[in-house]
């Protein structure tokens, strides 16, 4: 893609001179440089004044770069993309109290999503008597960290420079530390505007943020080893595993070696080519049928750092202690706590393997006498049908996803989000970068900003960067989008605009049939029409090219050859593509599997 600017060709400072740092936050950006992190996403604000004055006028607005967003949520959503392609922490900022609750959603579904993420914030003086009147305290707090220390792995409100300078490389490092995670610092501003008495010093992150990898206890490997050679039916549950492509072909090999099924997980991404003959069912959040099955008719099931062993178990075989031999290797529980319960039930296992999947994997091979995989050669899309068309003048998703496949098949699209109607059946991946997984903690309106920070790890790349959202999640996050537009960070964003909040339609249809109520009134408070919304208007207003509403394959078709062409020219192009409502049968079961647990009835 052609790209006249990128981000650091924008927002240049005028008169910037090296000079020794002479207030606390110079020291401070001086040790957020040392991290090697390019960007900072944030939305402004007084509490941290001093830290902003300081990236600008001393580090010259570069290593960290920042990035402006119109929301505390994009800030935080952006640096969550950018973690889903690079598996790297980028930095993040939020003002004071009301931005950090502005930002919390977004923390969270970087919790759900185990990727690693540093968050600054800040407060007003603690020491009450340097407060300006009414503002200062109403935007300091005794304890903030307290928001969203339920949801991070660590939160730190440092009382020196020298103490933000070692806060800074320990939150950094305990991010990236497997179980991964977002993690807070709170930035007394006194601290940060107050003039240095001396220069505390340069720390070397590579002596404080030392390499770290869970090991594997050998005999547990010999015996996991062991009970796979003689599995006759081995299923392999993948996880929260790696995205590099030696790890892919490991697993690949795998598979071969135990002639094993594989199961993968909708919101983790491309872990596995899923139109390989021994990819069980499809891609979901929850079981379909030939995952099902597969997970049924096992002997041994292998599951690698999978997000819901318990549940998925329960799910296929009806109870959590299913009557198969099961091996769990998982980091997960050094995080969980009582406030969240993402870390989902307690599964029934007979080898537990702390430590690192694809490492067990690595190991499995040696055990197994398999030499070094070569290369990915199968990794050319597979081949695209049009479906079925149930009305020439309306798109189900499965024509939208085909439609847009088609017409980005050859610029190697990568999967940047997708919404809760997607049917991964639709789309099959063959490469790690194929598809990035979703939001991780279901926070609606995170879609857009995740989206647009993945689009800026992948710039430079041979990736064309791709967003599926649901309108209610645009709604919500359009104004990512401006950030994208400014920075020239060039993304396709595809709306599946189903002009109602859908998914609980569903809910009230399910409630109304158990209860003996009107199904037809489920619509009321949920339906987004009259007037309808002009989607494509949005995204004009945050500077991009806005088209649509496309209502059929031949008006989508058009407005993707010319939005294609926007992207390749380094824009952001929006297509609002309405859709008929309606979600794929496994997904359906599953809520209403749901909603009779709760009301009793099926």
């Known amino acids: 893609m052609a790209v006249d600017k990128k981000p650091a060709d924008l927002e240049r400072p005028l008169g ?33 004044r001093g830290l902003h004055d300081s990236i600008v006028n001393y580090l010259g607005n570069e290593s960290p770069q920042m990035l402006l967003c119109l929301h505390e949520e994009h800030a935080v959503a952006i640096a969550h993309g950018y973690a889903k392609v690079t598996g790297k922490p980028m930095l993040a900022a939020v003002h004071s109290n009301v931005g950090l609750m502005h930002a919390t959603m977004a923390v969270f579904n970087a919790w759900c999503d185990r990727v690693p993420l540093v968050l600054l914030g800040a407060t007003g003086p603690v020491d009450a008597a340097k407060r300006r009147p009414f503002i200062d305290w109403l935007h300091t707090s005794k304890d903030q960290g307290l928001l969203v220390r339920h949801y991070t792995k660590w939160d730190d409100q440092p009382a020196s420079v020298a103490a933000a300078q070692e806060s800074i490389l320990r939150a950094t490092w305990l991010s990236q530390m497997d179980p991964q995670g977002p993690v807070y610092i709170n930035l007394d501003s006194e601290i940060q505007e107050s ?19 869970p ?26 595993v790696s995205r590099r492509e030696p790890d892919w072909l490991n697993r690949r090999a795998l598979v071969d070696v135990l002639q094993a099924r594989v199961v993968t997980h909708r919101k983790l991404g491309a872990v596995y080519p899923t139109d390989h003959e021994t990819h069980a069912g499809a891609p979901t959040s929850f079981l379909d049928a030939g995952s099902k099955q597969a997970i049924v008719e096992a002997d041994v099931v292998l599951s ?13 075989c009806g109870r959590a202690d299913a009557d198969k031999k099961i091996i769990n290797v998982s980091i997960d529980h050094h995080i ?64 939208l996803s085909a439609c847009v496949h088609m017409k980005t098949i050859d610029r190697k699209p990568t999967l940047l989000h997708v919404p809760t109607s997607w049917n991964s059946a639709d789309w099959h991946y063959r490469h790690p970068m194929d598809y990035v997984g979703s939001d991780g903690g279901g926070g609606i309106g995170g879609g857009p900003g995740i989206a647009v920070g993945a689009a800026l790890a992948l710039m430079g790349t041979d990736r064309f960067p791709l967003a599926l959202v649901g309108d209610g999640d645009f709604l919500m996050g359009a104004t990512a989008l401006w950030t994208a537009v400014h920075y020239r960070i060039p993304v396709l964003m595809v709306i599946a605009n189903n002009q109602s909040f859908y998914n609980d339609e569903v ?11 009107p199904v037809e009134n489920k619509w009321i408070g949920q339906r987004m029409t009259d007037p309808e919304i002009a989607l494509s208007k949005i995204a004009e207003a945050q500077g991009a090219l806005g088209l649509g509403p496309a209502r059929n394959w031949a008006e989508l078709s058009g407005m993707l050859d010319a939005a294609i062409d926007h992207v390749d020219a380094g824009g952001v192009a929006v297509i609002d593509a309405r859709v008929i409502a309606g979600y794929s049968k496994a997904v359906q079961d599953a809520m209403a599997g749901k909603i009779a647990s709760v009301s009793g009835r099926d």
């Open 195 to 213: 003039a240095l008495d001396f220069d505390p010093g340069e720390l070397d992150p590579k002596r404080f943020m030392p390499p770290t990898l």
């Open 16 to 48: 910037i001179t090296q000079s020794p740092p002479l207030f606390g936050s110079d020291v401070i950006a001086r040790t957020l440089r040392s991290l090697d992190i390019p960007y900072i996403a944030l939305n402004p604000g007084a509490s941290y």
């Open 336 to 399: 969980h706590n009582a406030w969240s319960m993402d870390h989902q039930a307690l599964p029934a296992v007979d080898i537990f393997m702390p430590g690192d999947p694809d490492m067990l994997v690595e190991k499995l091979l040696r055990f197994y006498g398999v030499g070094e995989p070569g290369h990915i050669v199968d990794d050319a899309p597979a081949p695209v049908t049009r479906p079925p068309s149930v009305d020439p003048n309306l798109m189900t998703m499965a024509e």
């Open 304 to 316: 690698l750092y999978w997000p819901d062993l318990a549940g998925t178990m329960k799910t296929a």
């Open 215 to 240: 090991g594997l206890n050998e005999a547990d490997v010999a015996a996991a080893a062991e009970l796979l050679r003689a599995a006759k039916r081995p299923v392999i549950l993948l996880g929260r």
């Open 507 to 517: 809910h009230q249809a399910k409630v109304a049939k158990a209860r003996n109520r």
